[in-house]
């Protein structure tokens, strides 16, 4: 019922933004000056008549992620020397790769129609209204000759400009993976309009009101922030991390909280961990599978094309990972074995990297989801499955697999077999109230949540060798009785009795304790002994 209340917000939504910034003579960018100097252009000069006079903006965004859809990729453990992004060689869970299909996948680009690296795409295939008028992008679609624009060309979307606004950026990103909300599981159509904070306090009219931009900052038109599962990175010089502190400012600090405890979390636990309990408040996508059409027909080319079955689901937990802003993705013709998740059966294309004694990493929440997808059998290659085909045209998966052999460079009849594929998201988007953080016993006092002690390698060392490094025999008492024993009285660091350390909080490591110790203290634990 949810879902389909926001269905229908965001429908209404839609339709007054084409009215507004189409039909009339509004711009939000002029308004307080009262002139507009786009109030001649027409939309058949478009988008020459911006060009003329942004020149240098269409300089910028040229060469930008947003258009060029490729890039250096820092932040990739795997294939860091090449270039990387959607436009080629990136592999996810979801429609696999772009190849053979520009046609559909490519209509989230922020271009004309043309391939940003198609010889003859210049400055001319830069589409600026995608984000600079949205009730252009709500209606911009592939037309039959193959560009991308309107149906019914109206001046008024040449004239009307706008920064963007939470309408042109979802446009595209909520709809990521094929459908609202499918691929992100934080981010959906209802956050164009939505007036709830508790949906999401950053992105609802009634309260903060932010547009993307209040966080994804850009210069010279390339932006901060991305996915654990995006590949390149927009500005280099800035970095792809977006910091809550920007505007929470000292919350990273040991007393940027009222209750000291979190205090000593901060530095190992991000933000969005505590502050979103659950994501997916529209159902998002948890499995896919392309051996079969999602209204129930064979994929076999008799009943035509359709989408692959999905499994979708709302309001989940996330997965907890530690992560250093590191990732190990999939790429094009990568052998999957060498990263083979024999544990559990699974061919990952996408993993944060990190670990609990990893100084960099911190806690994070994550989307993950699963897909059926074949395999090359000789060579563990995961192929490019020809969407166009299955989703367009024939609808046939045998067909689809073949031509993706052939457009990979391999032969159509080259053995394969169904693998299960994983990969994992990085939430941010959807904050609650800060009131419906999550409380410490939410993880500390069940693993219903997450497994700290076996999941996430806050286990101790074995029980009886840890205790005896210092005391002989002691009655069994709580966890917590414990835990404050050893950290808040005397000062111990992790490595005491996990097989890890916390050197930033500065205490005390094993074998050091004659450093903080006075010759009672240490009369006093032998006694203990």
Same mark, same amino acid.
């Given at each position: 019922?949810?879902?389909?209340?926001?269905?229908?917000?965001?429908?209404?939504?839609?339709?007054?933004?084409?009215?507004?910034?189409?039909?009339?003579?509004f711009s939000s960018?002029?308004?307080?000056?009262?002139?507009?100097?786009?109030?001649?252009?027409?939309?058949s000069d478009y988008?020459?008549?911006?060009?003329?006079?942004?020149?240098?903006?269409?300089?910028?965004?040229?060469?930008?992620?947003?258009?060029?859809?490729?890039?250096?990729?820092?932040?990739?453990?795997?294939?860091?020397?090449?270039?990387?992004?959607?436009?080629?060689?990136?592999?996810?869970?979801?429609?696999?790769?772009?190849?053979?299909?520009?046609?559909?996948?490519?209509? @989230?680009?922020?271009?004309?129609?043309?391939?940003?690296?198609?010889?003859?795409?210049?400055?001319?295939?830069?589409?600026?209204?995608?984000?600079?008028?949205?009730?252009?992008?709500?209606?911009?679609?592939?037309?039959?000759?193959?560009?991308?624009?309107?149906?019914?060309?109206?001046?008024?979307?040449?004239?009307?400009?706008?920064?963007?606004? #939470?309408?042109?950026?979802?446009?595209?990103?909520?709809?990521?993976?094929?459908?609202?909300?499918?691929?992100?599981?934080?981010?959906?159509?209802?956050?164009?309009?939505?007036?709830?904070?508790?949906?999401?306090?950053?992105?609802?009219?009634?309260?903060?009101?932010?547009?993307?931009?209040?966080?994804?900052?850009?210069?010279?038109? #390339?932006?901060?922030?991305?996915?654990?599962?995006?590949?390149?990175?927009?500005?280099?010089?800035?970095?792809?991390?977006?910091?809550?502190?920007?505007?929470?400012?000292?919350?990273?600090?040991?007393?940027?909280?009222?209750?000291?405890?979190?205090?000593?979390?901060?530095?190992?636990?991000?933000?969005?961990?505590?502050?979103?309990?659950?994501?997916?408040?529209?159902?998002?996508?948890?499995?896919?599978?392309? #051996?079969?059409?999602?209204?129930?027909?064979?994929?076999?080319?008799?009943?035509?094309?359709?989408?692959?079955?999905?499994?979708?689901?709302?309001?989940?937990?996330?997965?907890?990972?530690?992560?250093?802003?590191?990732?190990?993705?999939?790429?094009?013709?990568?052998?999957?074995?060498?990263?083979?998740?024999?544990?559990?059966?699974?061919?990952?294309?996408?993993?944060?990297?990190?670990?609990?004694?990893?100084?960099?990493?911190?806690?994070?929440?994550?989307?993950?989801?699963?897909?059926?997808?074949?395999?090359?059998?000789?060579?563990?290659?995961?192929?490019?499955?020809?969407?166009?085909?299955?989703?367009?045209?024939?609808?046939?998966?045998?067909?689809?697999?073949?031509?993706?052999?052939?457009?990979?460079?391999?032969?159509?009849?080259?053995?394969?077999?169904?693998?299960?594929?994983?990969?994992?998201?990085?939430?941010?988007?959807?904050?609650?109230?800060?009131?419906?953080?999550?409380?410490?016993?939410?993880?500390?006092?069940?693993?219903?949540?997450?497994?700290?002690?076996?999941?996430?390698?806050?286990?101790?060392?074995?029980?009886?060798?840890? @205790?005896?490094?210092?005391?002989?025999?002691?009655?069994?008492?709580?966890?917590?009785?414990?835990?404050?024993k050893h950290v808040?009285?005397?000062?111990?660091?992790?490595?005491? @009795?996990?097989?890890?350390?916390?050197?930033?909080?500065?205490?005390?490591?094993?074998?050091?304790?004659?450093?903080?110790?006075?010759?009672?203290? #240490?009369?006093?634990?032998?006694?203990?002994?």
């Open positions: 019922m949810r879902q389909r209340r926001a269905h229908l917000k965001v429908k209404h939504f839609l339709l007054l933004w084409v009215g507004i910034f189409v039909f009339s003579g960018s002029f308004a307080d000056t009262g002139e507009n100097p786009h109030a001649n252009l027409r939309y988008p020459g008549n911006c060009i003329s006079c942004h020149r240098n903006e269409a300089e910028d965004a040229f060469q930008s992620i947003h258009y060029r859809w490729m890039g250096d990729a820092p932040d990739m453990v795997n294939g860091k020397e090449v270039q990387q992004g959607k436009l080629t060689n990136s592999v996810n869970s979801y429609c696999i790769n772009i190849l053979g299909d520009w046609p559909v996948c490519g209509s @989230c680009h922020a271009g004309k129609g043309k391939r940003p690296d198609d010889p003859l795409a210049g400055f001319e295939n830069i589409d600026c209204l995608v984000c600079h008028n949205a009730g252009y992008a709500a209606k911009r679609t592939r037309l039959a000759d193959g560009s991308m624009g309107v149906a019914v060309p109206d001046d008024m979307l040449v004239r009307n400009i706008h920064k963007p606004i #939470r309408a042109n950026c979802l446009s595209c990103h909520a709809k990521a993976g094929g459908g609202d909300g499918v691929k992100r599981g934080d981010i959906s159509l209802a956050s164009i309009d939505n007036a709830d904070p508790e949906f999401d306090v950053h992105m609802n009219t009634g309260k903060a009101d932010l547009v993307c931009q209040s966080c994804h900052t850009f210069r010279n038109h #390339r932006v901060i922030g991305k996915g654990s599962d995006l590949r390149a990175t927009d500005d280099p010089d800035r970095g792809a991390e977006v910091a809550c502190t920007v505007c929470h400012t000292g919350k990273d600090s040991a007393r940027g909280h009222s209750n000291q405890s979190i205090g000593t979390h901060v530095k190992r636990v991000a933000c969005q961990t505590c502050h979103l309990p659950t994501y997916a408040k529209v159902a998002t996508e948890t499995h896919r599978d392309w #051996r079969g059409h999602h209204d129930g027909t064979e994929a076999d080319g008799i009943s035509g094309p359709g989408h692959p079955y999905t499994e979708k689901a709302a309001d989940l937990v996330p997965k907890y990972r530690f992560w250093n802003r590191l990732s190990e993705n999939s790429l094009l013709g990568d052998d999957a074995g060498r990263t083979y998740d024999s544990e559990n059966d699974l061919y990952p294309t996408s993993r944060p990297i990190g670990n609990v004694d990893d100084p960099a990493s911190r806690l994070y929440p994550f989307k993950h989801k699963t897909a059926f997808q074949p395999k090359t059998i000789a060579d563990n290659r995961l192929i490019a499955v020809d969407t166009l085909e299955y989703l367009k045209k024939s609808g046939d998966v045998t067909k689809s697999i073949e031509n993706g052999l052939v457009n990979m460079g391999l032969p159509a009849g080259e053995a394969y077999e169904w693998v299960l594929t994983d990969t994992y998201g990085l939430l941010n988007h959807g904050i609650p109230p800060a009131s419906d953080a999550l409380k410490c016993s939410n993880c500390h006092q069940s693993t219903e949540r997450m497994d700290l002690k076996g999941e996430l390698g806050y286990g101790p060392k074995e029980e009886g060798g840890t @205790c005896l490094q210092c005391h002989r025999s002691k009655e069994r008492k709580p966890f917590k009785t414990i835990h404050e808040k009285d005397k000062k111990f660091d992790c490595s005491w @009795c996990h097989a890890f350390s916390r050197p930033e909080r500065n205490l005390t490591l094993p074998g050091q304790e004659s450093l903080s110790e006075n010759s009672e203290d #240490r009369q006093k634990r032998r006694k203990d002994r």
